[in-house]
C-alpha cells in the first residue's frame, strides 16, 4: 500500500467509525425515546457530519499535493486549518484556527469535487441544507446551555438532525463513488441510519 493509499484508508476508517457510532447510539437506545437518548443522537450525528467535513478536506490536500495548482495559498490555510502567528520573539509559530462550521461544511464539499474534477451538483438552497443549519443550533445548545430548554429536544429536532446526517453521508458517499477509492466506497454503509428490520 502506498503512503497514498494509507492516507486515504485511514481518512474512510475515520468515517466507518463515526457513522458506526451514530448507528451503535441508535441500536443501544432502540424502544427510548427520550431527550437524554435524543442528546446524545445529536451528538453523535453532528460528530460525524465534522468528521466528514475533515476528511473531505483532508483528501483535497492530498490531491493538491499531487497538483500544486489546485487550491490557492489562503483555500490551503482553510483546508488545513493552520494559520500562523508571531511569538514576541518573532519566531513563527503554527495554531489551530476556528472556522464557522456551516461555510466550513460548504467548503470541503466544494473542495472535495474540485480537487477530483468532480461537477458538484448539491442543492444548498433545500430543505436538506436547512437541516443540517438546524442540527448544529441544537447542537450549539446542547454544548453550550444557557437554560434547561436548551437540554430538550424534541422529536422534530431528532427527525431534522437525522435528515442533516443523511443527507450529509448520502452526498459524501455520492462524491466518493466518483473518485479513485470507488471500490473502497461499496464497502461503507450506504445509509448512516439503517431502517429496523420489520417484525415477523
Known amino acids: ?5 494509507e492516507r486515504l484508508r485511514r481518512c474512510c476508517d475515520l468515517v466507518d467509525i463515526l457513522s458506526g457510532d451514530v448507528r451503535r447510539h441508535l441500536a443501544e437506545s432502540q424502544g427510548q425515546d ?23 478536506k483532508q483528501v483535497a490536500l492530498i490531491e493538491h499535493e499531487g497538483n500544486s495548482s489546485l487550491f490557492t495559498p489562503a483555500e490551503l490555510v482553510l483546508l488545513s486549518e ?10 513563527v509559530m503554527e495554531k489551530h484556527i476556528k472556522l464557522r462550521t456551516l461555510p466550513n461544511v460548504r467548503f470541503a464539499f466544494l473542495s472535495f469535487a474540485r480537487a477530483h474534477h468532480i461537477d458538484l451538483t ?3 438552497s433545500g430543505s436538506e441544507w436547512v437541516a443540517v443549519r438546524r442540527a448544529f443550533e441544537v447542537r450549539g445548545k446542547l454544548m453550550h446551555p444557557r437554560v434547561v430548554d436548551d437540554l430538550e429536544i424534541s422529536e422534530t429536532d431528532a427527525r431534522t438532525v437525522r435528515m442533516a446526517g443523511e443527507w450529509v453521508h448520502e452526498s459524501f458517499l455520492g462524491l466518493m463513488r466518483q473518485t479513485p477509492v470507488k471500490d473502497r466506497v461499496a464497502a461503507m454503509k450506504q445509509k448512516l441510519v439503517e431502517e429496523p428490520e420489520p417484525a415477523v
Open 1 to 5: 500500500m502506498t503512503a497514498l493509499e
Open 34 to 56: 427520550d431527550s437524554f437518548t435524543r442528546r446524545g443522537f445529536v451528538r453523535c450525528v453532528c460528530a460525524y457530519i465534522e468528521g466528514v467535513t475533515h476528511v473531505m
Open 122 to 124: 448539491l442543492d444548498f
Open 82 to 91: 493552520l494559520g500562523g502567528d508571531l511569538k514576541d520573539d518573532g519566531v
